[in-house]
């Protein structure tokens, strides 16, 4: 079996800062993918990437930066953090397409701002 | 745009008693979305349930079933007899085949009483 590692898994930030999540997994999947999730409502995806230097915008895209360097890593940045912002960010990644296939998550990243 | 909405939690429930978690589903530009329960055990990532891709059809796992109903837009969570490690997060979603997101409804926290 494989393997989706977040990291960090608790990030604090200061309003203003630009902030990096990071994804790697081992299942060789091509695509990735990033939600956020707030308290009391469902997952709402930022971005994905369907292969490698591939980069397409979700719903959430504002605000946030992506890069799929290499195939295992996917990573998301907040590029000014808000304040009292809370949130959980969820990576995944699925074989090709999400939608017919098993999406495999991570243990997710809390992000606070003070 | 697409939306899922389910049953609003939390829900508490007493072991060996009934359960039913409500969704209903709104997809835009496709008849037949593809379906989905994910499920959020306490400590552990977020992880497929059960999916059905094609209308009318029933799909199962742990005990739980789901059956893609096309007239009324639903795709309810059942299960006839629960158990205590049945208490977790449970995520409706639909997905529309390729390289599609997916959407996910907010969530439903379930707590089972022994």
């Known amino acids: 079996g494989g393997i989706i590692t977040q990291t960090p898994k608790f990030l604090i930030g200061q309003e203003g800062q630009k902030l990096t999540l990071k994804c790697q997994q081992n299942?060789?999947?091509?695509?990735m993918y990033w939600y956020r999730q707030d308290s009391g409502k469902g997952l709402r995806l930022i971005y994905y990437?369907?292969?490698?230097?591939?980069?397409q915008k979700g719903d959430l895209s504002e605000g946030y930066d992506a890069s799929r360097e290499k195939k295992s890593s996917f990573s998301l940045t907040v590029t000014s953090a808000q304040k009292n912002e809370m949130a959980v960010f969820l990576c995944a990644s699925s074989i090709w397409g999400a939608s017919a296939e098993t999406l495999y998550f991570g243990s997710g990243t809390r992000l606070t701002v003070l | 745009g697409d939306s899922v909405t389910q049953t609003e939690g939390p829900v508490t429930v007493s072991e060996s008693e009934s359960l039913i978690i409500n969704c209903t589903y709104s997809?835009?530009?496709?008849?037949?979305?593809?379906l989905f329960w994910y499920v959020r055990y306490p400590g552990e990532g977020l992880q497929l349930l059960l999916k059905v891709i094609t209308a009318g059809q029933k799909g199962s796992s742990r005990g739980f079933e789901a059956t893609y109903n096309k007239e009324t837009t639903s795709f309810h969570l059942q299960k006839a007899s629960v158990q205590e490690s049945d208490s977790a997060v449970y995520y409706c979603a639909l997905g529309k085949g390729g390289n599609e997101k997916i959407t996910f409804g907010a969530g439903t926290k379930l707590t089972i009483k022994p």
């Open positions: 997809a835009t530009s496709i008849a037949y979305p593809n």
């Open positions: 299942f060789n999947h091509d695509t």
């Open positions: 990437s369907i292969t490698e230097n591939d980069l």
